[in-house]
T-cell receptor, first 112, second 115 residues
Framework: DSGVTQTPKHLITATGQRVTLRCSPRSGDLSVYWYQQSLDQGLQFLIQYYNGEERAKGNILERFSAQQFPDLHSELNLSSLELGDSALYFC???????????FGSGTRLTVV | AQKITQTQPGMFVQEKEAVTLDCTYDTSDQSYGLFWYKQPSSGEMIFLIYQGSYDEQNATEGRYSLNFQKARKSANLVISASQLGDSAMYFCAMREYTGGFKTIFGAGTRLFVKA
């Protein structure tokens, strides 16, 4: 157990639907990062939050949004889902810049 | 824009031998961080080692060492005394500060350790 909790582990949904992925960072970590891992795109940075504020944005689609709550857990919302959104979505947290991320086990999203 | 290049899609190494996984990066920033992560077949991402751009000595963590050549913009991972459990995907990554920390990953190298 890395200390970063992601739920659910697996999610199967239909095109056009909306889903919410949840992440609880490791205790003490204020930063949360979301990544998408697919076979053709590799690991893509989506977005970073620090203590509730958005700090950095990557290749996040407009159909996707995220937030970090006062208790530091974060949610990634994916809407109008397309087949190409099928991927492994990772959440990671860190305490400082000089430290590596601690990753959660990921949410495997399958859009059918 | 940042770029991380891992030119070896797959590598084979004999158990107990050393192996070097290549990574080159491109950035115009002076301050950045370089990381290596391991992803076993089970799928989790495991942080292995970190090198700061201002660190003068190469980072080491147990059997892992990072061969940092700043002028060449390379950050190769060296795994000594390979073990069967080292078989996995290895990702090189670079972090820049752009108001927040943005880390990008290379395409990865699949390492196979042979008994």
């Amino acid at each position: 157990d890395s200390g970063v909790t992601q739920t659910p582990k697996h999610l199967i949904t239909a095109t056009g639907q909306r889903v919410t992925l949840r992440c609880s960072p490791r205790s003490g970590d204020l930063s949360v990062y979301w990544y998408q891992q697919s076979l053709d795109q590799g690991l893509q940075f989506l977005i970073q939050y620090y203590n509730g504020e958005e700090r950095a944005k990557g290749n996040i689609l407009e159909r996707f949004s995220a937030q970090q709550f006062p208790d530091l857990h974060s949610e990634l919302n994916l809407s109008s889902l397309e087949l190409g959104d099928s991927a492994l979505y990772f959440c990671a947290s860190s305490v400082e810049a000089n430290y590596g991320y601690t990753f959660g086990s990921g949410t495997r999203l399958t859009v059918v | 824009a940042q770029k991380i290049t891992q030119t070896q899609p797959g590598m084979f190494v004999q158990e107990k031998e050393a192996v070097t996984l290549d990574c080159t990066y491109d950035t115009s920033d002076q301050s950045y961080g370089l990381f290596w992560y391991k992803q076993p077949s089970s799928g989790e991402m495991i942080f292995l080692i970190y090198q700061g751009s201002y660190d003068e000595q190469n980072a080491t963590e147990g059997r892992y060492s990072l061969n940092f050549q700043k002028a060449r913009k390379s950050a190769n991972l060296v795994i000594s005394a390979s073990q069967l459990g080292d078989s996995a995907m290895y990702f090189c990554a670079m972090r820049e500060y752009t108001g927040g920390f943005k880390t990008i990953f290379g395409a990865g190298t699949r390492l196979f350790v042979k008994a």
